[in-house]
C-alpha cells in the first residue's frame, strides 16, 4: 500500500489553514502560473544576447541562486495569488510581486546563476573590474547614494554591497532590453563595468555550461516545515530590541505629565498619524515596511504605558517626532541597529 501525498486545496483553505499547512504540501509547481511567463521572458532575453545559457528556475522559499549552482531560487508565493496575500499581510510587501520588480530580480539572479556556471568570479579581469569576490558580505553596508561608479538597478544601491552584487546589478542592466545603457551611462565611471560585462557576455556566446548534478537548495517541495513556521524564522530577522529600549528618548521628546501639555497623548497622536509617517519614512529610507510599522507600533505601545503627552508646542514636538523615527530607521539600515551601542 502506498500513501500518496496530499496536496493542499489552496483556493478553498483558509489563511490558518494555510499557515498550519507544510509548505511541500501546497503542490506548487512554475508551469502554467505567471512565474513561467517570466522566466520565458528572461530565457527569451538571454536568447536575444546570444547566449546560450539558460539557468534551472525552480521555486524555493526566497529569492537566492545556490552557491556554485547555475540556478535561481523564486520564491513560493509568486506561483499563487493566495500566497502573495499570505506574505503581504505577514511581512507587509511582497518582493517581486509587480512584473517589473519581478524581472528586475530574476536578471540580477541570472548573473549570479551565469557566474556559478562559468567560474566567472576567478577571472583575474573580473575580479580587476569588480573586486575581490572573497571579501565578506556585509548585511548592512553604508553606500553612496550619488556614486556613479555603480549602476543603479535594485533598491538601496544593492550593487555597493559587494563585488558580487556589482557584477549581477552590471549584469542586470545589461541584459535588460530597455536598459539604453550605453546611453544611460555613457558619462559614468559605471561605463567601464558595463562594457566589460558586453565583452565578457559575447566570449561567452554559444558556450554551453555543463550544468553538474547538485540538489536544488530548498526546493518548496521539500520543505516540510509549515508556513507559519517559515514567517516565523523570517520575522526573526527583523526583530526588535527590548521593549525598554526607547524610553528615554521618547521622554525627551514627549512629556511625562498631562499637566502643561497640549492634552493630546504621545500614543494617540502617533496612532492617528501613523499612515502619513510610514509613508513618508518609506520614501527617504526604502527601508522595508515590515521594519518600519513594527517599530512605530512599539513605540506607540512605550508612549501609552508611560504616559507621555505632546507639550504644548505641538508642531515643533511633532517634528521633533518625525527627524528621531527617521533616524532610528536610517541608522537601523547602515548597522542593524537603531541607536549607537
Not at 120 to 138: A, C, H, I, M
Not at 167 to 182: G, H, I, M, Q, R
Not at 299 to 317: A, F, N, Q, V
Request: with cysteine.
Amino acid at each position: 500500500m502506498t500513501n500518496k501525498k496530499s496536496i493542499l486545496d489552496i483556493n478553498n483553505a483558509s489563511d490558518e489553514e494555510l499557515l498550519n499547512s507544510r509548505m511541500c504540501d501546497f503542490g506548487l509547481r512554475i508551469d502554467r502560473t505567471p512565474v513561467q511567463d517570466k522566466v520565458a521572458i528572461l530565457y527569451d532575453e538571454l536568447e536575444k544576447k546570444g547566449l546560450s545559457f539558460r539557468p534551472v528556475c525552480y521555486l524555493g522559499d526566497e529569492w537566492f541562486s545556490p552557491g556554485g549552482v547555475p540556478a535561481i531560487s523564486i520564491p513560493f508565493y509568486l506561483a499563487h495569488p493566495r500566497l502573495q496575500a499570505v506574505e503581504n499581510t505577514m511581512m507587509l510587501e511582497v518582493e517581486g510581486g509587480s512584473d517589473e520588480e519581478c524581472m528586475k530580480l530574476l536578471r540580477h539572479e541570472c548573473a549570479h546563476a551565469i557566474g556559478h556556471a562559468f567560474n566567472l568570479t576567478e577571472r583575474k579581469k573580473w575580479q580587476k573590474v569588480f573586486g575581490n569576490p572573497d571579501s565578506t558580505y556585509q548585511e548592512f553596508y553604508r553606500y553612496r547614494p550619488y556614486s556613479k561608479s555603480y549602476v543603479h538597478h535594485l533598491k538601496d544601491h544593492y550593487a555597493q554591497s559587494h563585488p558580487e552584487e556589482d557584477f549581477a546589478e552590471t549584469f542586470a542592466v545589461w541584459l535588460n532590453p530597455n536598459s539604453d545603457w550605453k546611453t544611460l551611462y555613457n558619462k559614468w565611471p559605471a561605463i567601464d563595468k558595463l562594457q566589460y560585462v558586453n565583452t565578457l557576455m559575447n566570449s561567452l556566446k554559444k558556450r554551453e555550461c555543463k550544468v553538474p548534478y547538485s540538489p536544488l537548495a530548498y526546493q518548496i517541495k521539500n520543505l516540510k516545515r509549515t508556513l507559519a513556521k517559515h514567517y516565523r524564522i523570517r520575522k526573526k530577522l527583523y526583530a526588535q530590541d527590548s521593549e525598554n529600549y526607547f524610553d528615554n528618548d521618547l521622554k525627551k521628546v514627549f512629556q511625562a505629565t498631562k499637566e502643561g501639555s497640549s492634552g493630546t497623548s504621545a500614543a494617540s497622536y502617533i496612532r492617528k498619524s501613523r499612515s502619513s509617517i510610514e509613508s513618508s519614512v518609506a520614501i527617504w529610507t526604502l527601508e522595508k515596511k515590515f521594519t518600519i510599522k513594527r517599530l512605530l507600533t512599539q513605540l506607540i505601545k512605550r508612549c501609552h504605558t508611560l504616559g507621555l503627552y505632546i507639550p504644548k508646542d505641538e508642531e515643533k514636538t511633532k517634528a521633533n517626532f518625525l527627524i528621531y523615527f527617521t533616524s532610528l530607521i536610517s541608522n537601523y539600515m547602515h548597522t542593524s541597529h537603531f541607536k549607537k551601542p
